[in-house]
């Protein structure tokens, strides 16, 4: 009876673990906006409005990846033992709370540096929140449709997150022409709101409260080949969110607004085309090929002479960063136990977030000294070096017995 039953069961339940797998996606890029409409306008608005270098404005975007990076251990083993829903409903809050105190930051009575460490609070708070929201997510996710399918929900994570930056940058631009940085900000503070009056009806999943755990530090020994590759990607794409839009501006080229929507066009389009492959083929192709088409990508930013170029640059950096996280990701929840699965993806979204933490502000050190393309250059270095590792482990991978 048990062998007849299962197919049935199977089948009558899949459609609706999918579907809420969807609907945590939409939720999921509804409120990364929030994020995403900040990237461009942070870095204007510190060397703009507040009048202050290229090192603290690379510190405004930067500092809410460090957050990110702090608490991902916390975020992890709240999803483990509190159940991913409660993750992605703190997250939320953290959201609104940030995009608030960033409002505030952004009236103009304020003196210079006094709104500059109110936005870095904002900025800490939004940290925070995108700590919990991503873990849970991908934690909820993976409950949802089981392990096996781990890289198709990394794939969908990954395509709302870097969905919303696309959509979020000239949202958030054309929001500071209209309404100023404050204006901006209020709004970023709504959508998350909107998250959090749908995530309440969505079913959780297990969690695992009683279960003996390593120390977080083993888990990371066992995952950090693997986030050293996509530590390494994400320099790449942290180099455009900081200072792509102060490039062009440098440069007087137009379109200085679309630098994170030809990423997110690229990363979304082999999101959608691609997702599955890291299921199918493996990690560590898919990490390669990827890497590879990341380096040209800033190569040619950083060689651009017109923006058509810096454009098309954007575009292949988005192409190539999509499928690392997912792909090595995949490789990750192999690794680890279904009692540790969040904890060892917080860990291994952390290398990410260091790469984004760091950019920002060794990037804006560099670009003082040596322009803004040069930026784009140790992008390229650094996808190179990934490529790198990603080759050595799938030779060791292909020798390993079994």
Known sequence: MTSQSTPSTTSSTRHPAQGRLLLLTA???ISYLCVGMSLPIVPIFVTGRLGLG???AGLGVGIAFLATVVSRAHAGSLSDRRGAKVAVARGLAFYVGGAVVSLIAGLSFLAPWTAFLILIAGRLLIGLGESLVAVGVIGWGI??????????????VGAAIYGALAVGGPVGLALLDRFGFA???GVSAILPCLGLLTVWRIAGVAAHPGTERPPFW???????????????QGIGFAAIGAFFTLHFLDQHWRYAGLGLTAFGSGFVLVRVLFGHLPDRVGGLPVAIGSLAVETLGQVL??????PVLALVGAFLTGLGCSMIFPAMGREVVRLVE???RGTALGGFSAFQDIAYG?????AGLLADRAGYSGVFLIGAGAAAAGLVIAISLRRVQRVAPG
């Open 338 to 340: 279904p009692h540790l």
């Open 143 to 156: 409950g949802l449709v089981g392990p096996a399918r781990s890289g198709q929900v990394l794939a969908l």
């Open 301 to 306: 930013i950083w060689s651009a002479t017109d």
């Open 183 to 185: 204006g901006a900000m």
């Open 218 to 232: 083993r888990v990371i020994g066992r995952i950090w080949p693997h986030g050293s590759i996509v530590c390494l």
């Open 54 to 56: 290229n090192v603290w």
């Open 27 to 29: 939720i999921l890029f």
């Open 358 to 362: 760091l950019t920002g502000p060794v």
